[in-house]
């Protein structure tokens, strides 16, 4: 194990494990605990369900075959309840089929047992950094905004791209999502140096033709704010 211990870490993440197979999934418990990660453990389906919706997660590593609700039923219901933590999905089934079943479910990883403990170890650090990096985006609605990229993901899972004036735009109102946002203030911090606040307007125009007319509300006399998608 020392060849594992040298990448612990007390701040790892925390990790739901889902495995039926008690043997296995309590030497993963006490490796991935090893390693600096709060796991919790759920030996079925239901309870990893429950747990899933009910806890923030860093990381889930779901068995593919549990009893009662398997681990793609398992996944597909965590998705459809808007729970974007990395899944990676363990399985005895390693055809292409089953692979594509699973990432279909909304699996960002697959991974065939039997499988050697260092390549199960670097892919769930390789979901917790993606999931660290997921945290710097800016909910829209069920939709995200990457600031730096300016590239808005839709929930359909397709992808637009903003200008960096209507990127700046959506930022002011996606980082303040309750407020109600002045075309003053908007025109002041979004496009300083413009002369009117019709300016403010026109880039709202833009972002509703690329994203939908619920992107932005009008908030009647008063300005915007953020709608969704
Ligand atoms: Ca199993």
């Not at 389906?45 to 075959?65: E, N, T, W």
């Not at 899972?157 to 930022?171: A, Y």
């Not at 002045?182 to 002369?195: C, E, N, Q």
């Amino acid at each position: 194990m020392a060849a594992t211990s040298a990448i612990s870490s007390p701040s790892a993440g925390r990790l739901l494990l889902v495995e039926d197979d008690r043997e296995l999934g309590s030497m993963l418990f006490g490796l991935f605990t090893e390693q600096g990660y709060r796991v919790d453990l759920a030996l079925e389906g239901q309870r990893g369900l429950h747990l899933g919706l009910s806890r923030p997660y860093d990381v889930m590593i779901v068995d593919r075959g549990l009893p009662a609700v398997d681990g793609i039923e398992l996944l597909t219901r965590l998705r459809r309840r808007a729970v974007t933590v990395p899944v990676l999905v363990l399985s005895a089934f390693g055809t292409v089929a089953d692979r594509v079943t699973g990432l279909d479910a909304g699996a960002e990883d697959y991974l065939v047992k039997p499988f050697e403990i260092e390549e199960l170890l670097a892919r769930v650090r390789a979901l917790h950094r993606r999931n660290l990096d997921h945290a710097r985006l800016l909910p829209l609605g069920a939709g995200w905004l990457d600031p730096e990229s300016h590239v808005v993901e839709l929930p359909t899972g397709g992808q637009v791209t903003l200008s960096g004036q209507e990127c700046r735009l959506l930022c002011a109102l996606a980082t303040r999502p309750r407020q109600v946002h002045t075309r003053a203030s908007l025109r002041h911090r979004v496009f300083d140096g413009a002369r009117t606040e019709s300016i403010v307007d026109t880039y709202v125009y833009y972002l509703r033709a690329k994203l939908g007319a619920d992107v932005v509300r009008t908030v009647r006399g008063v300005g915007y704010r953020l709608g969704g998608l």
